[in-house]
C-alpha cells in the first residue's frame, strides 16, 4: 500500500500568524496557485489513487477539491486537526504569557503538552490516528492513497505511523511540512517512510505557522 500525505494550501489566518486549529479561514491566492502546482505534478507524475481522504474542514477540503476536481473524495472526522481550544484564532505574538508556555510545550516539547483548554491532548488526536489507521490498513494492499489534513494532525500521524515517542515527534515538525508538498508512506505489515515534504514544484513556499 503506498499512502501520499499533505496539508493543506496556506490561508489567510497562516499568513496572519494565527492559530486555526477548528477554526478556518479561506486559501490565499498563493495558496490556490500552490494547489494547482500540485495537481499538475501529480498529472504529470501519472499518480493515481484509489482513495481520497480529506479532513472535513474547509481549507483541507477545498485544497483537495482543486487537486482533485472530478473524483471522489472521502471526507472523515478522524482527520480534523487538533482542537486548539481558547487559542484558535489568536495570533502568535499576541498570546499572553502563560498562552506561550503551552504553544512552546505544543510545538517544542510534546512530551509534557496536556492540553490547551477547551482543547484536545495528544492522547486524543493519537486515538483518531490509529482509528483512521485501523481501517486503512483493511484496504487492498495494493491500494493507493491520497490523504489532505493538516499540520499538527500530520505530525502525529506520521509519528504514529513510525512509532515514534511523543517527544521525537519535533523529529517530524522541524521544519514543518509544507502545504501542497508530498510525503509518501508504504505499508507492508508496517510503515515506511520513502520520502519526506517534496516541495521542488511549489512556487511559493510557507515560512509562518502550519495548523
Known amino acids: 500500500m503506498k499512502i501520499y500525505l499533505t496539508r493543506h494550501s496556506k490561508t489567510i489566518w497562516n499568513s496572519e500568524l494565527r492559530l486555526q486549529g477548528r477554526g478556518d479561514s479561506p486559501l490565499t491566492d498563493d495558496g490556490i496557485t500552490n494547489a494547482l502546482a500540485l495537481k499538475r505534478f501529480l498529472n504529470d507524475s501519472k499518480l493515481n489513487f484509489d482513495y481520497i481522504y480529506s479532513s472535513p474542514i474547509n481549507r483541507s477540503y477545498q485544497t483537495a477539491c482543486l487537486l482533485f476536481d472530478e473524483s471522489i473524495i472521502i471526507k472523515d472526522d478522524r482527520l480534523m486537526e487538533m482542537d486548539f ?3 484558535e484564532g489568536k495570533k502568535i505574538h499576541e498570546l499572553k504569557d502563560e498562552e506561550k508556555i503551552i504553544y512552546d510545550d505544543l510545538w517544542n516539547h510534546p ?3 496536556k492540553h490547551i483548554p477547551h482543547g484536545e491532548s495528544y492522547e486524543d488526536v493519537i486515538e483518531r490516528c490509529l482509528s483512521f489507521l485501523k481501517d486503512l490498513n483493511q484496504l487492498p494492499a495494493d491500494s493507493t492513497i491520497f ?4 499540520g499538527m494532525y500530520f505530525i502525529v500521524l506520521l509519528g504514529t505511523m513510525l512509532h515514534l515517542d511523543k517527544k521525537d ?3 517530524i515538525n522541524n521544519p ?3 502545504g501542497c508538498s508530498l510525503t509518501l508512506v508504504e505499508y507492508d505489515n508496517d510503515y515506511h517512510l520513502i520520502y519526506y515534504n517534496k516541495h521542488d514544484y511549489l512556487p511559493h513556499k510557507m515560512e509562518d505557522i502550519y495548523n
Open 169 to 171: 515527534y519535533i523529529q
Open 85 to 87: 481550544g481558547e487559542l
Open 176 to 178: 514543518v511540512v509544507d
Open 111 to 113: 512530551e509534557r503538552f
Open 147 to 150: 490523504i489532505m489534513t493538516h
